[in-house]
């Protein structure tokens, strides 16, 4: 008789952010993945409701890789009592650091004004704080249940206080473990893990969880967010054969990339157009992976005399800490990227580009001689430095806003890309009157092919295959393919628990 195991499913269930499973056996309880959610309102409000079990009860947690969306919540873990290790590989750890104190200054930054404004506004805050409220019972709608099982509504973390501080965000730093790629580590009474090289950013992990218990052995994979093979830098996801269970991301089911080189050459023709109109090229883009990429590119593009040099902004503190982590972590990069650093050392830099560090630096950008490039975090522009240029630039016929990334639904990213007339930034209604493009090519994320050719490398089939980490149309494009391929398929619910037996 197998020993009782059970996964809970806390986030990134019908939605791209939030990831985080509970894996409890007799023995142990791990924790894989613990991030934000990020996106709507509706999403957002999560983070603010209890965890689904006691902290100081998990034996480890398990990271995939840096993205907020997967490790941003770990400091408020810590917080609320959590103190075990929290196991990485080495690339993970260093981006993490950098991740999670941008994310607590944030927090700290957006309290405090919060808190003035509700000072001077009393009424106003009190709207806001129903409204608050409101998106809260939203958020719990599907399930209210589940959200407060744990804790009384009232142990709601206060919604002026920041999720968590930079003091509190240290001493969760402090409980990282780095290990390295294929070394399986004894993580928790019974309970091996194993990371594999996920091709999606530095550092990033497939992690394969085995499960010993009364003799019998029970192989748990997480994909994590999946890369796209043949992507700069980094490695290819590495194929894993069996499992008996499996959770895969579904980021883009339904969905196929243009190719690498076409979003390169469109890359190209963007810099070109504003380069010849005298514009700005707006690239909203996460500071980590994404930016580095470009920056490859864009790199490879003037070396090859293929565009004009413009000027380009790095307006993203973040984006060039992290690219000296990506430099202090060769052994991780493909054969491509090591040769090319065998003849030059400044693959992931462009000459002369300027990195903004203050806030005011970042809003003189705008003044600059034009023509020039911004790429400026993050991505979906709900939140950072894009949004104050988004702001003031999108009414601006000369400005190109160029999306290389996945837009969440709901995000002012998304509006944007699907064609809106309008946008409401920071409570104005704006015009837009700016160029919009978008190239799919520079995903972080493997495709529905890349996606089912990476499924189609399992001999041994999984009992189920947990379809996770995608948005609702994306996940019901992609189920009937997998389906179709021999899988046994469920797409779980957020707060949901299954037994696994
Ligand atoms: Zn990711």
New binding site residues.
């Given amino acids: 008789m197998m020993a009782e195991m059970r996964l809970h499913f806390l986030g990134a269930t019908r939605t791209v952010t939030g990831s985080q499973y509970l894996l409890e056996t007799d023995r142990a309880r791990v924790l894989i993945d613990c991030g934000m959610f990020q996106g709507s309102p509706n999403d957002v409000i999560r983070n603010r409701i209890p965890f689904a079990y006691t902290p100081g009860e998990v034996d480890a947690v398990l990271l995939t890789?840096a993205?907020l969306?997967?490790c941003g919540l770990i400091p408020h873990l810590s917080a609320s009592g959590f103190s075990k290790p929290i196991y990485a590989t080495k690339g993970t750890v260093d981006l993490t650091r950098l991740v999670l104190l941008d994310s607590a200054k944030l927090q700290e930054e957006f309290s405090q004004s919060h808190q003035r404004f509700a000072k001077k506004n009393p009424d106003r805050a009190a709207v806001e704080d129903e409204e608050t409220m409101a998106e809260l019972a939203a958020a719990t709608k599907e399930d209210p249940a589940a959200a407060t099982r744990n804790a009384p509504p009232a142990a709601i973390t206060a919604l002026r206080e920041p999720l968590y501080t930079v003091d509190q965000t240290n001493t969760a730093l402090g409980l990282f473990r780095g290990i390295d790629y294929g070394a399986e580590v004894q993580i928790a009474p019974g309970i091996t893990a194993t990371y594999l090289d996920a091709g999606?950013?530095l550092g990033?992990a497939i992690i394969r969880v085995r499960v010993m218990e009364r003799d019998q052995e029970r192989v748990i994979v997480f994909s994590g967010?999946i890369g796209r093979p043949g992507s700069p830098i980094i490695r290819d996801p590495t194929p894993v054969t069996a499992a008996d269970w499996l959770l895969i991301e579904s980021t883009y089911g339904g969905k196929t990339h243009e190719p690498q080189e076409e979003a390169i050459r469109l890359l190209g023709e963007a810099v070109k157009l504003t380069g010849d109109a005298k514009g700005v090229l707006l690239v909203p883009s996460f500071a980590i992976g994404r930016t580095q990429e470009i920056v490859y590119e864009l790199n490879r593009l003037l070396s090859a005399g293929t565009i004009p040099h413009l000027p380009l902004y790095l307006d993203s503190p973040m984006a060039g800490k992290a690219s000296d982590v990506y430099r202090a972590h060769l052994e991780y990069f493909d054969d491509a990227a090591r040769a090319l650093i065998a003849s030059s050392d400044s693959i992931i830099d462009y000459p002369d580009a300027i990195v903004t560090n203050s806030a005011k630096e970042s809003l003189a950008i705008e003044q600059a001689a034009r023509p020039f490039m911004v790429l400026a975090s993050n991505g979906m522009i709900t939140g950072g430095r894009i949004v104050q240029h988004v702001k003031s630039l999108v009414g601006d016929p000369g400005m190109t806003l160029l999306f290389v990334g996945y837009q969440g639904e709901g995000t002012l990213g998304a509006h944007l890309q699907q064609g809106a007339k309008q946008v409401r930034i920071d409570g104005q209604d704006l015009e837009v009157h700016c160029q919009v493009r978008s190239i799919s090519g520079f995903s972080?994320h493997s495709d529905e092919p890349e996606l089912l050719a990476w499924l189609g490398n399992f001999t041994k089939k999984p009992r189920t295959t947990f379809i996770v980490h995608g948005d609702p149309a994306a996940q019901a494009a992609f189920e009937p393919k997998v389906k179709a391929l021999g899988f046994a398929t469920a797409v779980p619910a957020w707060r949901e628990t299954v037994e696994l037996a």
């Fill in positions: 890789h993205h969306d997967h999606h950013i990033s967010d972080a």
